[in-house]
């Protein structure tokens, strides 16, 4: 075979490859997304649903974001056994579910919310809400606590959502005072283009019927503080 040919056919393979690896990598970087997330269910329960994710570009923080939500799945799934367990004794039908929900996903930030439902008898089930979100530019997880940092901060925000629930007394606790809204590090969230959504518990601020109440908070209420 010709040597220039030769050498031109192995040129054009070079380069293919190298175009394919490179979209490989490059997966989440073309669509600016911080992480592809995938459904995945603790010992094929489909009652316990979770996340893992996949084409982190650091890996470490890959690891790390998937190792909570097993270790949250974990949890879960104890909790699960003995709601079986509680309800042969006590004679009502258990039902525990676990959800997720991927609220932000655009580099350098990944916002999932993770939700437990659960019936223990009575009128009805409750459904608790955790927060898991990421920066991957600095490799950790982002509590409420490393965005609202001040005293001032936290009084600003508390402030907004005190008049934004005031304002709408038939789905927020009529007689709700400022002191009921607590922030703290396990204050629910995630982010948003605009700047944050807190997430707040049932009858945390607002009765059951009006379920877990979810405020935008444009980061101008506490980045001008």
Known sequence: MNWKKTTAIYLSIFLVLFSVTGLAVNANESTGKTATVQAEYYKNNEQLKYPQVSDVTDKKMEKRINQDFTNYIK????????????????????DFQTEFEVKYNQLPKLS????????????????????????????KRVYLTDIL??????????DYVWEYAIERPEIFYPDLKKEDIQLGKQTAFYF???????????????PYVSGNQEIVIPSEIYEET
């Open 192 to 206: 948003n283009n605009q700047g944050i959504t807190l997430v707040f518990q049932q009858y945390e601020i607002a």
């Open 112 to 139: 999932i919310l993770m939700s437990k439902y659960i019936f223990s008898g009575g009128a009805h089930g409750n459904t608790t809400v955790e927060s898991f979100n990421y920066n991957v530019e600095t490799g």
């Open 149 to 158: 940092t001040t005293d001032e901060q936290i009084k600003a925000v508390t």
């Open 75 to 94: 949890k879960a799934y104890k909790e699960y056994k003995e709601n079986e367990k509680q309800a042969e004794k006590h004679g009502f039908a258990a």
